[in-house]
């Protein structure tokens, strides 16, 4: 009596089966990760982007290591490499604010600094006392920095009208800071946000995490 033989190809099916969800899950992993990849791309140029203050030009106000997130979309959106062209506009810098900007000489990099004064203003220092509209820094509508900070403006500058869609920009540490009165203006299509929080920040000298400096807004 002949044996009849089991079809050989019953177990190739489950296997063609296998291989398919195999492929399908490969396929919907891939895919997420190229969605998360796109959306923190557009989170990254558009609204939020994280950066670290590599010196002291902002003490006391930013410290070596810290790390902070800056708002990118209160200025405007950007479209990339076009200059600065903005496809949703935004309100303009004010004085006091600490912004990101494309260094004016090489914008391959990106500086922080603290605005002093927006177009139309005058600003002269003298004797290391910055004054903005013929008033010095320290009065009430001009009190954006705490003592002594203010008092280290580097040393003389003749009074200048800002440009229209320009801004001078000058770090809190006055004496060991490379700024406007060294380069000029910042033009608003290189400014990249404004500094929004500290998230992180690492003690390099004494290899440690400063916990009381997480979650400070920047002012």
Known sequence: MAVKKSRPETEPK??????????????????????AVIIAMFIRTFIIQAFKIPSGSMLETLQIGDHILVNKFIYGVKIPFTGGKEI?????????????????KDPSLDYIKRVVATAGDTLEIKNKQLYVNDVPVENEEYAVYKEPYFRYDRD??????????????????????????????????????????IYWSWNKEKFGVRWNRIGDLIK
């Open 156 to 197: 003389n500058y003749p009074k200048i009208t800002i440009p229209e869609n320009k801004v001078f920009v000058m770090g809190d540490n006055r004496d060991n800071s490379h700024d406007s009165r060294f380069w000029g203006f910042v033009d608003l299509s290189a400014v990249r946000g404004k500094a929004l929080i």
């Open 14 to 35: 489950a296997d063609s089966s296998s291989k398919s969800k195999v492929k399908s899950a490969l396929r919907e992993n891939i895919e997420a990760i190229v969605v």
């Open 88 to 104: 949703i506009a935004g309100k303009d810098p004010q004085k006091g604010d600490v912004i990101v900007f494309q260094y004016p």
